[in-house]
């Protein structure tokens, strides 16, 4: 079990496919962004994404689902839509 897999909300599975893109730390989590992670992992199932944003801000993904999820949403429409 390597680094990632210790944060919250992640484990080996999650660790293995964040290294196939080359993230094998918390610091590279935070440097790249949950928002970017998510689309470079082509776009994986929601929850992933929450988990990400967890992990980095030492939270339950269910947290960020119920506190953060429009706003992470209206996000990840926006970095991959530019005006």
């Known amino acids: 079990m390597g ?3 210790k944060l919250k909300g992640l484990g080996d599975a999650s660790e293995k496919q964040l ?8 610091k590279d989590l ?15 199932h929601l929850c992933f994404l929450y988990a990400l944003v967890g992990a980095i801000e030492n939270r339950s ?3 960020v689902a119920q ?17």
């Open 3 to 5: 680094e990632i897999a």
């Open 19 to 26: 290294n196939t893109i080359g993230i094998y730390t918390k």
């Open 30 to 44: 935070e440097k790249i962004g949950a928002l970017e992670i998510y689309i470079k992992l082509k776009e994986p």
């Open 61 to 63: 993904w269910l947290d």
């Open 67 to 83: 506190n953060d999820k429009t706003r992470l949403l209206i996000e990840l429409d926006n970095f991959k839509h530019p005006n």
